[in-house]
Nanobody
Framework: VQLQASGGGLVQAGGSLRLSCAAS????????MGWYRQAPGKQCEFVAT???????NYADSVKGRFTISRDNAKDTVYLQMNGLKPEDSAVYYC?????????WGQGTLVTVSS
């Protein structure tokens, strides 16, 4: 099942965005979920993960600025991004943690202008 991220857009440096990812299926509530991103010309990188119990982990580059959360009742995972920087510009994807090959969706584009 592909996971579709939404909520991206164009924002000025220092601004905020909230990404959402709705997942269907009974395994969501027992699965660790993650956000990943890929900037043009770069490899896909880990951004944040959250376990089914709510334990979180962040890439050093976003620690203190981004917050991952989940609503198991809605089968949805979120990424609140504050203090955005131009280097945060990328296509953001949600997936399981570790990611599953058949769960990559189209992602949502985040563009941060300086």
């Amino acid at each position: 099942v592909q996971l579709q991220a939404s909520g991206g857009g164009l924002v000025q440096a220092g601004g905020s965005l909230r990404l959402s990812c709705a997942a269907s299926g009974s395994i969501f509530s027992i699965s660790a979920m993650g956000w990943y991103r890929q900037a043009p010309g770069k490899q896909c990188e880990f951004v944040a993960t959250i376990t089914f119990g709510g334990l979180t982990n962040y890439a050093d580059s976003v620690k203190g600025r981004f917050t991952i959360s989940r609503d198991n009742a809605k089968d949805t995972v979120y990424l609140q991004m504050n203090g955005l920087k131009p280097e945060d510009s990328a296509v953001y994807y949600c997936n399981y943690s570790p990611p599953r090959g058949n769960s990559w969706g189209q992602g949502t584009l985040v563009t941060v202008s300086s």
